[in-house]
């Protein structure tokens, strides 16, 4: 099983500041990783996908970046409603697929 | 509208089986894999089991291998999870989720249901 670890487990920013959030494969994944964005008591959101493309819908500060083991999840510009958990997930051995254990951006 | 919307959680003992449903709607339901993701309460997301288009092929997480099976019914564009021999730590929010547009990742989810299980 690939094993994906996200950090940090807590981040606290101001609105208008730049987030990066990091996640972490066990072995590579390629380029197969995607991001998701779940606020409270909704479902996830894909917003990345392949590392690095945009989902349907999904504004340009956010944006991704990695390859192999290593990736990152970038806000340039932190808006009120970003504050959220993010998970990233791979798809590398897929349909067998995991989730890292996610990341709280919180207001500082 | 393209949507999923899940059904039949509820409060179940201990060793005891529940049927989830999802119903689809808004698109071709048979060409698409479909999974079924949970989350137990203030935890993370787990991938629980997938299954083909054509229904040919399922695949489980390890923490629920045996125990749960996964089906559909293209006719009824419905997915089905059903759980046996439940314990305490598959209380969680069940999701039915797929990709619409990459195999994979999801981008379309339902609005999950709520799985207790306690005595």
């Known amino acids: 099983e690939i094993v994906l670890t996200q950090s940090p487990a807590t981040l606290s920013l101001s609105p208008g500041e730049r987030a990066t959030l990091s996640c972490r494969a066990s072995?590579?994944?390629?380029?197969?990783l995607a991001w998701y964005q779940q606020k409270p008591g909704q479902a996830p959101r894909l917003l990345i996908y392949?590392?690095?493309n945009r989902a349907t819908g999904i504004p340009a500060r956010f944006s991704g970046s990695g390859s192999g083991t290593d990736f990152t999840l970038t806000i340039s510009s932190l808006e009120p409603e970003d504050f959220a958990v993010y998970y990233c997930?791979?798809?590398?051995?897929?349909?067998?697929?995991?989730f890292g254990q996610g990341t709280r951006l919180e207001i500082k | 509208e393209v949507q999923l919307v899940e059904s039949g959680g509820g409060l179940v003992q201990p060793g005891g089986s529940l049927r989830l449903s999802c119903a689809a709607s808004?698109?071709?339901?048979?060409?698409?894999?479909m999974s079924w993701v949970r989350q137990a309460p203030g935890k993370g997301l787990e991938w629980v089991s997938a299954?083909?288009?054509?229904?040919?092929?399922?695949y489980y997480a390890d923490s629920v291998k045996g125990r749960f099976t996964i089906s559909r019914d293209n006719s009824k564009n419905t997915l089905y999870l059903q759980m046996n021999s439940l314990r305490a730590e598959d209380t969680a929010v069940y999701y039915c989720?797929?990709?619409?547009?990459?195999?994979?990742?999801?981008?379309?989810w339902g609005r999950g249901t709520l799985v207790t299980v306690s005595s």
């Open positions: 072995q590579s994944v390629s380029s197969y």
């Open positions: 392949d590392a690095s």
């Open positions: 989720a797929m990709g619409t547009d990459h195999a994979g990742y999801f981008d379309l």
């Open positions: 299954i083909s288009g054509s229904g040919g092929s399922t």
């Open positions: 808004g698109f071709t339901f048979s060409s698409y894999a």
């Open positions: 997930q791979q798809r590398s051995n897929w349909p067998l697929l995991t």
